[in-house]
């Protein structure tokens, strides 16, 4: 058998007690099922949708009733509708339809993760007891001020009454992060969506006092989003180098008077000197050889 679990007391006003309570056994006997509270979470989100998203398929859209255009000879793809889901303005394909989600879950099952809600969060030191809450009149700002002096003011708070109470419920349902219902009401995805649960003491029956208060440590704070980024400064401006000053011109070498002697050339080694090339020597034209012109008139390398 699991070991008692304590948390501690506070008074009506938010006074912290000296001593710390003890949890009774049932349910709160230290055991977590987390397979059972996956399946009553997923089950109860699965029972608020409500399942009215709805898509037109090519039968639903208006148009399309005729041949766009004959079925050879155009040269196109051939078509039958404009109402195709090929189409701009056509119908959807698989789209969602009206359906039910709803799913069940045993009786037992459910009992069961509510306990292991209860004990997942006895264990994490999230539950305080209080005593009994009587309002006369809703006021929200007393229940502000009480969260504040309980060190929950900046979490996700679960109230749970014994029975019924109108005037808390009035008085906190203007509080962003803060809700109200009996004990027997709550769910385990209503406990598991808490940060902190704050139990009246009736609600859980007779309690054996525990530890001293001292000697139990508070509960952690809770988890949340990293904050974003912030925009890195801007960059200051580097200061401006002046210009700088554009290179004088070089000056022209002054022309040498009329008298001087110039400059001699530099020598230049014989073996650097490349010989000049030699011209060919023009090609004599050939001549035709002369033949031997007849005496008697005939035209030679003919017989009579």
């Known amino acids: 058998m699991s070991e008692a679990l304590e948390v501690l007391a506070y008074a009506a006003d938010g006074t912290l007690l000296p001593r710390a309570v003890r949890l009774p056994a049932d349910p709160f006997d230290g055991l977590v099922h987390e397979a059972v509270l996956h399946q009553a979470v997923t089950t109860f989100l699965a029972n608020q949708r409500q399942g009215t998203a709805k898509t037109k398929t090519r039968g639903f859209v208006i148009g399309g009733n005729q041949k766009p255009w004959k079925q050879k000879g155009t040269g196109r793809a051939r078509q039958g509708s404009i109402r195709s889901p090929l189409w701009p303005g056509g119908g959807t394909v698989f789209g969602p339809l009206p359906r ?31 005593a009994p809450l009587a309002f006369e009149e809703p006021k929200t700002r007393r229940v502000a001020e009480l969260l504040g002096l309980l060190g929950i003011a900046d979490r996700r708070v679960l109230l749970l009454t014994e029975a019924l109470n109108p005037n808390l419920l009035l008085s906190a349902r203007n509080l962003q992060n803060v809700s109200v219902m009996r004990f027997q009401d709550a769910s385990a995805y209503d406990i598991l969506r808490a940060d902190a649960l704050v139990i009246e003491e009736p609600a859980l029956g007779t309690l054996e006092p525990g530890g ?12 949340r989003a990293k904050p974003k980024r912030e925009a890195a400064p801007a960059k200051p401006e580097k200061p401006r180098t002046p210009a700088r000053k554009p290179a004088a011109e070089k000056k022209a070498p002054a022309a040498k008077p009329a008298g001087a002697k110039a400059a001699p050339a530099p020598k230049v080694h014989e073996a650097a000197r490349k010989p000049e090339a030699k011209k060919p020597a023009p090609k004599a034209k050939a001549s035709a050889p002369r033949t031997k012109k007849s005496t008697s008139g005939k035209k030679p390398g003919k017989k009579e």
């Open 100 to 130: 039910d989600y709803r799913r069940g879950i045993p009786r037992k099952v459910r009992r069961l993760a509510r306990r292991s809600a209860l004990n997942a969060r006895a264990r994490e030191r999230a539950i305080s007891v209080i």
């Open 212 to 223: 001293e208060a001292s000697a139990i440590a508070p509960a952690p704070a809770p988890r």
